[in-house]
């Protein structure tokens, strides 16, 4: 029996009852019985990202690894490979470019995030916190001073407008961020232009 076929029958009898395990618990019952000195912890991570890639393995929100319903894994492609595609993700067909999360300070004192961003916001409040030069923003879904930009994420803040203009920064000033669900907060950076110039705006 080839190692990789090996390897995989282990992880087909591991979630064979419909159990939902993260990698370490996985590696804890191939250890178990593989024993720790015929334990190949890269070879078990191939298999995962295989298995994932052909959707015999899905994987939850909290990096748990499950079988889907109604599955029929085969080992036809056990084969043991010579690369290691650990570290590599999956590239998706895609023709249109995917708009940044992105916050806007115009020279008239109105700030608008995109919806792209908005969409962490389902009560369309936010708190805001900006670093002293600027250049760093913050957004919150609770804080002591709450913000409401309603459903078209708008709304006029001149504090903010004033704080940016002292520091020089050209209006309008552009944040690209990314969401952060383990800190629940959304943290952006300055960008003098705009990455998503020709997408369309929300309507007021």
């Known amino acids: 029996m080839r190692r990789n076929e090996l ?26 019985q593989l024993g720790e000195e015929n334990y190949d912890e890269k070879k078990l991570r191939n298999l995962i990202y295989r298995m994932k890639n052909k959707g015999e393995l899905l994987r939850t ?94 709304t006029k803040n001149y504090d903010l407008q004033k704080r940016i203009k002292t520091q020089k920064k050209n209006l309008p000033a552009h944040y690209i961020g990314k969401w952060d669900e383990e800190e629940k907060l959304w943290y952006g950076k300055y960008s003098p232009y705009n990455p998503n110039k020709g997408e369309k705006h929300l309507k007021k």
């Open 7 to 32: 390897y995989f029958n282990l992880v087909e009898k591991i979630f064979e009852n419909g159990q939902k395990k993260e990698f370490h618990e996985i590696a804890e019952e191939a250890i178990t």
């Open 61 to 154: 929100k909290d990096g748990k690894y499950y079988k889907p319903e109604g599955s029929k894994e085969t080992n036809e492609e056990t084969k043991e490979s010579k690369y290691d595609f650990t570290n590599f993700v999956q590239i998706k067909a895609s023709s249109r470019k995917e708009p940044e999360e992105m916050l806007s300070v115009w020279t008239n004192g109105e700030f608008a995030v995109n919806s792209k961003l908005l969409k962490h916001f389902p009560e369309y409040k936010m708190s805001i916190l900006i670093s002293e030069d600027c250049s760093e923003i913050v957004l919150f879904l609770e804080g002591k001073e709450m913000i409401n930009v309603g459903k078209n994420g708008r």
